[in-house]
């Protein structure tokens, strides 16, 4: 199993450039977050998926727009980027059992410069 | 939204010396999660615990409920132990969006 896998692994934009943050992972989970990493501050949520078909708001969406048309996959789109949005981009799944929820599993996580 | 504070920030010792990394945070949850980050690399889950104590290897967990605190000991430190420690929860109520993250604590160990 290669778990949770992410593309790119770095990136480089320009203002106002778009582009899509694919995240796939081969557990069946249902559910998938997109988190980002900024020196000095704690993961953040910025999108969330509970299953195929369904997306929801975390904690940091605005800038952001996501789709899970698959199980095994959760996008990530910039549609206009800008250099707030340099970070790290990390992928997770996670799944409930006996009415709880478990781990999350990440990905190796996405390098994104924007100039 | 609810706070989850790690203690120390930042921390460097010997090889071989106990290591302590502790995490508060405010109000009841289900579970906490303790991870691990090294240097340019991916997030890996380390223990999920909701009451007492786990042990994996030289790494064990424990957690405080009433106190609201956990700590994460590291015994016989190695130099592949630096990595940054991340400590999150999940607030009783939470739904699939409720880990709260701590900011981490950035553990050197050196030979």
């Known amino acids: 199993n290669a778990g949770v896998t992410q593309t790119p692994k770095f990136r480089v934009l320009k203002t106002g450039q778009s582009m899509t943050l694919l995240c796939a992972q081969d557990?069946?989970?249902?559910?998938m977050y997109w988190y980002r990493q900024d020196p000095g501050m704690g993961l953040r949520l910025i999108h969330y998926?509970?299953?195929?078909?369904?997306?929801a708001k975390g904690e940091v969406p605005d800038g952001y727009n996501v789709s899970r048309l698959k199980k095994q996959n959760f996008l990530l789109g910039l549609e206009s980027a800008a250099p707030s949005q340099t970070s790290v981009y990390f992928c997770?799944?996670?799944?409930?059992?006996?009415?709880?929820?478990?781990?999350?599993?990440f990905g190796p996580g996405t390098r994104l410069t924007v100039l | 939204k609810n706070e989850v504070e790690q203690s120390p920030q930042n921390l460097t010792a010997q090889e071989g010396e106990f290591i302590t990394i502790n995490c508060s945070y405010s109000?009841?949850?289900?579970?906490l999660h303790w991870l691990q980050q090294h240097p340019g690399g991916g997030i890996v889950s380390l223990f999920m615990?909701?009451?007492g104590k786990k042990k994996h290897g030289r790494l064990i967990a424990t957690i405080n409920i009433q106190e609201k605190h956990s700590s994460l000991h590291i015994t016989a430190s190695h130099p592949r132990d630096s990595a940054v420690y991340i400590c999150?929860?999940?607030?009783?109520?939470?739904?699939?969006?409720?880990?709260?993250f701590g900011k981490g604590t950035h553990l050197i160990i050196q030979p």
């Open positions: 997770a799944s996670s799944f409930i059992a006996g009415g709880h929820y478990n781990e999350q599993f």
């Open positions: 557990m069946n989970h249902e559910y």
């Open positions: 998926s509970v299953g195929e078909g369904t997306t």
């Open positions: 109000v009841g949850i289900s579970a």
């Open positions: 615990l909701s009451s």
């Open positions: 999150a929860v999940m607030y009783s109520g939470g739904g699939a969006d409720g880990l709260t």
